[in-house]
């Protein structure tokens, strides 16, 4: 890959910087080359848990600082402005998902309900009860949009890889045979967003992340280059089987900023 050629970088966090409350090796250092050679980036994740100020926060607790809420975009930033594009302020919502996914959801104008929603919004749910699912398939069925926040069927954790907001949306849609409008990754939205922050072109773009179905495919579609870690979600043997071939592949971070010097 033309490392010379980058002049935007899109990074993934989840399997990427961290894993959990962990970070992961390298994630400093990304940070202090891109900051000495003039270089912006975006952090864009598909966990719509939490808000962009968590994050903001969270990279501080780790020692990162220096990034501000426009530097973050989430699926559940991407589900707000799809929000705002194709309901009214005030639509009352019901949210299958996060606080933090609540949160951004009520600053873009939209009412949090437990019943008679308009849309039901779903997302990664870390405290998930069988009551919370009921309550999103009743109001599908009782004819509410149906929105999922991303594909993502697991999330890394340090111990391992647990249920994402995939697997999550899988059973809401089994059990109301509704289709659901997806806002994250592989989606264009999030890719676009990212751009608008950065000010690059595609081409002159790299996008850093550790899932061939989400951040890499959805990149390459975008136009951006695509470097893999893998650290977090796909393996060396998934990346052999697959038809999704990235601009490079890297054990990690370390190994992603060697081959850039």
């Known amino acids: 890959m033309d490392f010379a050629a980058i002049k935007g970088v899109i990074s993934d966090m989840d399997g990427v910087l961290w894993r ?112 919370n699912l009921k309550r999103a398939t009743y109001q599908i069925q009782a004819g509410a949009d149906f929105i999922g926040t991303n594909i993502d069927a697991t999330f890394p954790l340090p111990d391992g890889l647990a249920p994402g907001a995939g697997s999550i949306i899988a059973a809401v849609a089994t059990a109301t045979g509704v289709t659901p409008q997806i806002m994250g990754k592989p989606a264009a939205a999030m890719f676009d967003a990212a751009l608008d922050v950065l000010g690059t072109p595609p081409c002159e773009t790299l996008m850093i992340g550790d899932r061939l179905n989400t951040d890499i495919e959805g990149a390459m579609q975008a136009g951006l280059k695509a470097a893999l870690v893998l650290t977090g979600v796909t393996s060396l043997a998934e990346l052999a089987a697959s038809g999704v071939q990235p601009d490079g592949v890297y054990d990690g971070l370390p190994a992603l900023l060697a081959a850039w010097s």
């Open 20 to 131: 959990g409350d962990q970070p992961l090796p390298g994630m400093h250092d990304l940070f202090a080359t891109l900051r000495a050679r003039g270089i912006p980036i975006v952090l864009a994740t598909n966990n719509s848990s939490k808000s962009q100020a968590d994050y903001v926060h969270k990279l501080r607790q780790m020692g990162v600082n220096g990034v501000n809420e426009q530097q973050i975009v989430t699926s559940g930033t991407a589900t707000a402005s799809y929000l705002q594009k194709h309901y009214p302020p005030g639509t009352p919502v019901y949210v299958l998902g996060g606080d933090g996914l609540r949160h951004i959801l009520t600053r873009a104008g939209f009412t949090i309900v437990q019943e008679k929603a308009r849309v039901v919004v779903v997302g990664v749910d870390f405290n998930l009860t069988y009551e």
